[in-house]
C-alpha cells in the first residue's frame, strides 16, 4: 500500500507562474510532512516542512499547504524559476522517524 | 501497487564488520540506487546502477562500497568494513524507462557500534 502517493509524474509550468504540486496521503499518523527536490545524481535535498498542527509553513517563494481533512497537502512556488526545473518528492514521518517518499513529479520550467 | 522491499529494516554491526544491505527493486525498472541519511543530515546520493554497471558514484561511495545485482533481482549495497560514520539509514530506490516515478524503500539502519 502506498502511503503517500504523488499523481503527476510531471508538470510543466511558464517561468514567473506558479508551480503547484500535490500530494495525498493514507495514514493519519503521520505528524510531520516533508518536500525534498533532488537533482540528477544528487540525493534530494530538504525544501520544507510542516508539522500536522499546521496548515500552511511559508519561507521565502516556497509555500506547503496541509489539509488534514482530506490528507492532502501541496507545495507553491512562486513566481517558478528555471532552477526550480527538478524532481519534487513528498515525503511523511511518523513517530519513529521512518521517512516514506512519494515517487516524485517531476517539474519543468518553460522559459 | 509495486513496492520496492529493503531487508533488514535495522542492522546492527561491530566496526571493521562486512554488511550487505539487500534492496528487491520493482520487477521491470530499469535504474538502480543507493542514498543514505546520516541522523539529522541531508539524504546523499551514493551510487546509480543501470545495465549490470554502475552509471554514477559520489564521492562517499569509495572502495569500502561495491554494489551488485546478482540475480536479476535483488541489488545489494556491500560495505566492506564498516566504520562509526558509516552508521545512517541506508536507503534503496528504483525507477523505469522514462525516469520518472521513483519508487524509494522504507530503508534500512544501520548501526555500526
Known amino acids: 500500500d502506498q502511503q503517500v502517493k504523488q499523481n503527476s509524474p510531471s508538470l510543466s509550468v511558464q517561468e514567473g507562474r506558479i508551480s503547484i504540486l500535490n500530494c495525498d496521503y493514507t495514514?493519519?499518523?503521520?505528524?510531520?510532512f516533508l518536500w525534498y527536490k533532488k537533482y540528477p545524481a544528487e540525493g534530494p535535498t530538504f525544501l520544507i516542512s510542516?508539522?500536522?498542527?499546521?496548515d500552511k509553513n511559508e519561507d521565502g517563494r516556497f509555500t506547503v499547504f496541509l489539509n488534514k481533512s482530506a490528507k492532502h497537502l501541496s507545495l507553491h512556488i512562486v513566481p517558478s524559476q528555471p532552477g526550480d526545473s527538478a524532481v519534487y518528492f513528498c515525503?511523511?514521518?511518523?513517530?519513529?522517524?521512518?521517512?516514506?517518499f512519494g515517487k516524485g513529479t517531476r517539474l519543468h520550467i518553460l522559459p | 501497487e509495486p513496492e520496492v522491499t529493503q531487508t533488514p529494516s535495522h542492522q546492527v554491526t561491530q566496526m571493521g564488520q562486512e554488511v550487505i544491505l539487500r534492496c528487491v527493486p520493482i520487477?521491470?525498472?530499469?535504474?538502480f540506487y543507493w542514498y543514505r541519511q546520516i541522523l539529522g543530515q541531508k539524504v546523499e546520493f551514493l551510487v546509480s546502477?543501470?545495465?549490470?554497471?554502475?552509471?554514477?558514484k559520489s564521492e562517499i561511495f569509495d572502495d569500502q562500497f561495491s554494489v551488485e545485482r546478482p540475480d536479476g533481482s535483488n541489488f545489494t549495497l556491500k560495505i566492506r568494513s564498516t566504520k562509526l560514520e558509516d552508521s545512517a539509514m541506508y536507503f534503496c530506490?528504483?525507477?523505469?524507462?522514462?525516469?520518472?516515478?521513483?519508487?524509494f524503500g522504507s530503508g534500512t539502519r544501520l548501526t555500526v557500534v
Open positions: 530506490a528504483s525507477t523505469g524507462q522514462g525516469l520518472n516515478g521513483y519508487t
Open positions: 495514514n493519519s499518523m503521520f505528524d510531520y
Open positions: 510542516i508539522s500536522s498542527i499546521k
Open positions: 515525503a511523511a514521518m511518523n513517530r519513529d522517524d521512518k521517512i516514506i
Open positions: 520487477s521491470n525498472h530499469l535504474y
Open positions: 546502477f543501470y545495465n549490470n554497471e554502475i552509471s554514477e
